[in-house]
């Protein structure tokens, strides 16, 4: 009985495959396209711009056969936003029981090895035989993710947004890192006027933020909205606010012996920069592409855009920003240099 199970799976996992290729390339040939920092081309699905690698169709996989479990948990945002590092704090803060800090985990694996980005993940992984609860993260826009994440009303949402001028430089720098050298030069001008025209990896940047921001409103104790900024500046109090909402509060005894502080030295970018792995080590996230982790830290500074924009380039991302946030009640953390 076992084997015929199994053997049934597999022929159905290379249907579902062959399924989305051939999805994919249908799609791809009707999407309207524009300029990717990092590839060539990105492509616009349902309102949000891929690039045309393995995750594009691990999107398509995850939309039409993800299935939500109740005690799922997910860390979403868009690019540059401050993912990597909380990454380290959600699988620190959820795993605390299972580790010493002297042989941490993370002391030898970098961020991206701990949490996997979903869309990536599915496309070569068995995510049904993840233990539970499952910690996935992904960049997708809110109304991109399974129907069944949406729907569920127990599993978790951890969104972190970040002020769209440092978004951009950060981006902007990693992407110039990344770029192939066959690929003609991308000014930081053009770049910036692809990004104020919302068009860059997962963006528009501001309908990302918006899409969360406004579930969050809606479905609150099953959204958290962090912001970078805010994290920077009072990280104890948020690494405790999230174990809260995660369902995993720490206890008296666990504050008295300053875990909380602990979390957030590890977690901290002074540490895990620090670290061998995430100076030499790489991360796959999909086949095609291997990245060094040192490229996901550069400086974790709150409003070093001011270093590399104009005041006319800040002026109209200002501008935009506030165009776009109008009557959302919603305001971006504060990106004032400290
Ligand atoms: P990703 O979209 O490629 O996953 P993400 O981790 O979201 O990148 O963002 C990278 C930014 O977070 C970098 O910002 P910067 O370019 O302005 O410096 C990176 O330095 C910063 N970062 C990484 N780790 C940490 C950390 N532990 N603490 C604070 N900031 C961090």
């Known amino acids: 009985m076992a084997p015929a199970v199994a053997s049934e799976q597999s022929i159905t996992e290379q249907n579902v495959h062959e399924k989305i290729n051939k999805q994919f390339e249908e799609l791809i040939a009707t999407l309207p396209s524009d300029k990717g920092a990092i590839v060539p081309t990105l492509f616009q699905y349902q309102g949000f711009w891929y690039p045309p690698i393995s995750v594009f169709k691990g999107v398509l996989l995850m939309q039409d056969h993800f299935k939500a479990q109740p005690t799922d948990i997910f860390l979403t945002s868009s690019l540059k936003s401050g993912t990597t590092w909380l990454k380290a704090i959600m699988f620190s803060t ?55 994440v949406r729907d569920s009303p127990d599993c978790k949402i951890v969104y972190i947004c970040r002020n769209p001028k440092d978004v951009f430089v950060s981006h902007y720098l990693f992407a110039m890192k990344l770029r192939p050298p066959m690929l003609p030069p991308l000014s930081l001008e053009e770049a910036f006027d692809l990004f104020c025209r919302g068009v860059c990896e997962y963006g528009p940047y501001f309908e990302h933020v918006l899409g969360y921001w406004n579930a969050s409103l809606e479905f609150p104790g099953k959204i958290l909205f962090l912001k970078y900024e805010e994290m920077r500046k009072e990280p104890v109090k948020h690494v405790k606010h999230l174990a809260e909402f995660l369902g995993k509060p720490f206890s008296a005894e666990e504050e008295k012996e300053g875990v909380i502080e602990e979390i957030v030295k590890l977690c901290s970018f002074e540490k895990l920069t620090s670290l061998e792995v995430n100076k030499t080590g790489k991360v796959a996230f999909v086949p095609e592409m291997q990245i060094g982790n040192e490229n996901f830290f ?34 971006f953390g504060e990106s004032k240099k400290y």
């Open 94 to 148: 959820m795993n605390r029981s299972k580790f010493e800090f002297a042989t941490h985990p993370l002391l030898t694996a970098g961020p991206h090895d701990c949490i996997p980005y979903l869309d990536a993940y599915i496309i070569d992984h068995d995510v049904e035989a993840l233990h539970s609860p499952r910690l996935f993260a992904s960049h997708s826009a809110y109304s991109l993710l399974p129907k069944s």
């Open 298 to 331: 550069r400086k974790g500074q709150v409003g070093d855009s001011t270093n590399h924009l104009t005041p006319e380039m800040i002026e109209r991302l200002d501008k935009i920003a506030e165009e776009k946030l109008k009557g959302t009640g919603f305001k």
